[in-house]
Every structure is written in C-alpha cells, then in structure tokens.
C-alpha cells in the first residue's frame, strides 16, 4: 500500500503563507484520490481540500475555499497545499490521506491511508 509523509509545517504570522507537502512512497500516486484534513486541539478532524486523481477536479471546504490551493504533481508523488492569506483559526495539524474510490471523497472514513499530520500555527 501507499505511504505518505506530510510536511512543510510551521509558525508564520497571520496574513501569511505556507506550502505543505505530501510525498507518497510505495505505489504510483497517480492510483488515488488525494485529501487534506486538519484537526486543531479540541476538534475533531476537519476536511480541506480533496483532488481527483488526475488532478482535473478539486473541491475544498467552506473555512479555506479561495485562500488554499490543493494540486498534485504525479511524476514526482507529490501533493501540495499552498496556503495564504492564513488566519489563527487555521492553526491546527494537517494530514494528508489517500482514497481509492472513483469519486473523490470529503469524508473522512472513505480514506484508506494517512500521513502521520504536520503542524501549522498561525501567529497574531
């Protein structure tokens, strides 16, 4: 099965920006639809942003949809998620996951892999 470390994670200052990645290892990333959740103290895990695995559709959530960008470089069994214009409330640890269903999930439980989370926090 699939492998995925997350990374990229940090303090920036709010208004900033950040670019996480996430490397797949053990199969061709190309074979999944790519997610990223965050879960910030307290709460429980929040979905991000989904890409299909070609990469021709994406869907984010309503906290981060026109400030985060999820997009997915195959070749290299990379995903990434740029992320600006960030606020406190983004503070949380993000974790990539893996699905292999035909449609790319929002739901949590219909992912078969995770990363081990990278930290963001935002400072004021």
């Known amino acids: 099965h699939v492998q995925l470390q997350a990374s990229g994670g940090g303090l920036v200052q709010a208004g900033g920006s950040l670019r996480l990645s996430c490397a797949a290892s053990?199969?061709?990333?190309?074979?999944?639809?790519m997610g990223w959740f965050r879960q910030a103290p307290g709460k429980e895990r929040e979905f991000v942003a989904v890409?299909?695995?070609?990469?021709?559709?994406?869907f984010y959530g309503d906290s981060v949809q026109g400030r985060f960008t999820i997009s997915r470089d195959n070749a290299k069994n990379i995903v990434y998620l740029q992320m600006n214009s960030l606020k406190l409330e983004d503070t949380a640890v993000y974790y990539c996951?893996?699905?292999?269903?035909?449609?790319?999930?929002?739901?949590?439980?219909?992912?078969?892999?995770w990363g081990q989370g990278t930290q963001v926090t935002v400072s004021s």
């Open positions: 890409i299909h695995r070609g990469g021709e559709i994406t």
């Open positions: 053990g199969r061709p990333l190309d074979n999944y639809n």
């Open positions: 996951a893996a699905s292999l269903l035909r449609v790319p999930p929002i739901v949590e439980k219909m992912y078969d892999y």
